[in-house]
């Protein structure tokens, strides 16, 4: 009879611990984020939208000169790709202020980055699309 109180208070200690992993994740809730992953020699489209309430200064990297972007406004349409010259935006808030930058993967060919207050004590100031596809955050 001990036993068999071990086995099964073993068994249910076990059951717990599954049913406590498999409820680590919940749906678009506390679930990781895929990585961002565009196909390598893919051209893509990139969207820049101002989150903040101040106007933001961007510009690609060997592409454009510094733009404005108001609060609440849109860049116009980026294209870059994975193959030489890879897709490189700077960002900057021309106060100084510190900034975060949010990318999505829209779609197989767009991204998205949205630029919000805030951030870590050094910021994020540029997103750069990788030879392999990824898109690197600094």
Not at 17 to 44: D, Y
Not at 85 to 95: M, V
């Amino acid at each position: 009879m001990k036993l068999f109180s071990l086995v099964l208070s073993g068994s249910l200690w076990f059951l717990g611990q599954v049913h406590a992993i498999a409820q680590t994740c919940t749906a678009q809730n506390s679930c990781v984020p895929p990585r961002l992953q565009f196909t390598p020699g893919q051209t893509i489209r990139v969207e820049v939208i101002n989150r903040t309430a101040i106007p933001i200064e961007l510009q690609q990297l060997g592409g454009t000169d510094a733009m404005i972007i108001f609060p609440a406004g849109m860049s116009p349409f980026f294209w870059g790709g994975t193959i030489k010259p890879n897709l490189s935006l700077i960002f900057w808030d021309p106060e100084g202020g510190k900034l975060i930058l949010n990318a999505s993967q829209i779609d197989d060919r767009l991204l998205q980055v949205e630029i919000l207050p805030g951030g870590r004590i050094e910021g994020d100031s540029a997103i750069y699309l990788h030879d392999d596809g990824r898109i690197e955050v600094f």
